[in-house]
T-cell receptor, first 112, second 110 residues
Framework: GNSVTQMEGPVTLSEEAFLTINCTYT??????LFWYVQYPGEGLQLLLK?????DKGSNKGFEATYRKETTSFHLEKGSVQVSDSAVYFCALKAYTGNQFYFGTGTSLTVIP | DGGITQSPKYLFRKEGQNVTLSCEQNLNHDAMYWYRQDPGQGLRLIYYSQIVNDFQKGDIAEGYSVSREKKESFPLTVTSAQKNPTAFYLC?????????FGPGTRLTVL
């Protein structure tokens, strides 16, 4: 079946620290992979995506590379800001079918 | 502006009452979804619809009902049969390879 596993939080970092949030997946075929971000009390927003192996998605200083050999899509940012405090969700869309599969989310708090 | 609207933002319900959550989109998407989010948990799929007048149960459909009479609208009814309805409810619509989310409705049962 299809599933996503992401590192549990919460994660607390100081401003300007390096961020990694791990995400691994199980899927048949060649899924598309996504990172969504949720700010307090809001819906989810797409942060970045990658649709094939070795693609790198990037946005707002965040990056993630689609690694088929390790079935991973880890989220990274070189220098986090207080405004990056949010919950981050890793997700996949299977090659066949329309349904998305979400991880459980990782809460990030950045302190000044 | 294109997007998804959900109303109301906050909703309070007494036990034993049905309540309907609104979801409207003007993105011209065929597919729409309802998710439930509980504190510290991920998104759980309640119902989804790939096309007007058709919908499918998700993983936690018991105690919920939906309709899809128009492409733009996908309302969710939380019935009295739902034993623990207090949660944050998210509606989404989908283009080919991206889901777009509304701002959510927080339902509290008193």
């Amino acid at each position: 079946g299809n599933s996503v596993t992401q590192m549990e939080g919460p994660v607390t970092l100081s401003e300007e620290a390096f961020l990694t949030i791990n995400c691994t997946y199980t899927a048949t075929g060649y899924p598309s992979l996504f990172w969504y971000v949720q700010y307090p009390g809001e819906g989810l927003q797409l942060l970045l995506k990658a649709t094939k192996a070795d693609d790198k998605g990037s946005n707002k200083g965040f990056e993630a590379t689609y690694r088929k050999e390790t079935t991973s899509f880890h989220l990274e940012k070189g220098s986090v800001q207080v405004s990056d405090s949010a919950v981050y969700f890793c997700a996949l869309k299977a090659y066949t079918g329309n349904q998305f599969y979400f991880g459980t989310g990782t809460s990030l708090t950045v302190i000044p | 502006d294109g997007g998804i609207t959900q109303s109301p933002k906050y909703l309070f319900r007494k036990e034993g009452q049905n309540v309907t959550l609104s979801c409207e989109q003007n993105l011209n998407h065929d597919a729409m979804y309802w998710y439930r989010q509980d504190p510290g948990q991920g998104l759980r799929l309640i119902y989804y619809s790939q096309i007007v007048n058709d919908f499918q149960k998700g993983d936690i459909a018991e105690g919920y009902s939906v309709s899809r009479e128009k492409k733009e609208s996908f309302p969710l009814t939380v019935t009295s049969a739902q034993k623990n309805p207090t949660a944050f409810y998210l509606c989404a619509s989908q283009s080919y390879n991206e889901q777009f989310f509304g701002p959510g409705t927080r339902l509290t049962v008193l």
